[in-house]
């Protein structure tokens, strides 16, 4: 389990193709600090395992269902990635419930400057509409934010100077493709009222 709270920017380093699978290496100096073999670290939000990690490297398996569901078979040498660790027992848990399960992909459409905050705005998958409300949470490429505006195929963020600088969401530009999860809770809340 994750909170969405980004730890570090990290950068692939190399994409090793598999048959049916990526080995993924990404350079993580923090993440890796106590990072050992079957650890999870949420890579723009998808949950991988780690299975090696070397000088402030590590690497992770990508499953086709993983590359099929979220955007990471796009990724290059040199990529930017929001890293998390899993949560450790007895920590603070700000942000929300995050599992590192990516439930779809989204695009950029716009961004809109303001002087202290940026609404940035993204298109959402039909599918995925039923869950996402405003002021309800949702984590867009690992990192949890909250809805500031929900219309006929989009929901909007308002990014503070924080989330900006410390996590990839200040490099985003219209067009980009993103990771969503939307809230766990919402789902098993619509489990439960259809029995």
């Known amino acids: 389990m994750f909170t969405g709270l980004v730890e570090e920017i990290g950068v692939v380093e190399e994409l090793e193709q598999l048959d049916d699978a990526v080995r993924i290496a990404v350079r993580a100096p923090k993440v890796t600090e ?9 890579v723009d939000g998808v949950c991988l395992t780690v299975v090696d990690s070397v000088d402030g490297t590590f690497t992770a398996d990508v ?32 942000g929300h ?10 695009e950029v459409v716009s961004r809109t400057p303001s002087e202290h905050w940026e609404v940035v705005r993204f ?4 599918q995925l509409s039923r869950y996402v409300v405003e002021k ?14 929900v219309g006929e195929g989009y929901f909007e963020v308002s990014l503070i100077p924080t989330t900006l600088r410390e996590t990839t969401a200040g490099a985003l530009a219209p067009g980009d493709l993103v990771n969503l999860e939307v809230d766990i809770v919402a789902k098993y809340v619509e489990k439960m009222v259809q029995g």
Do not use: W
């Open 123 to 126: 298109t959402l998958p039909e």
């Open 63 to 94: 499953m086709r269902e993983t590359l099929d569901r979220s955007r990471l078979g796009t990724y290059k040498a040199g990529s930017r990635v929001n890293l998390e660790r899993a949560l450790a027992a007895g920590q603070r848990m700000g």
């Open 97 to 106: 419930i995050v599992q590192g399960h990516v439930d779809g992909v989204a």
């Open 136 to 149: 309800g949470s949702i984590a867009v490429n690992g990192t949890s934010l909250t809805v500031s505006a």
């Open 34 to 42: 106590d990072a050992a073999p079957g650890d999870s670290i949420a």
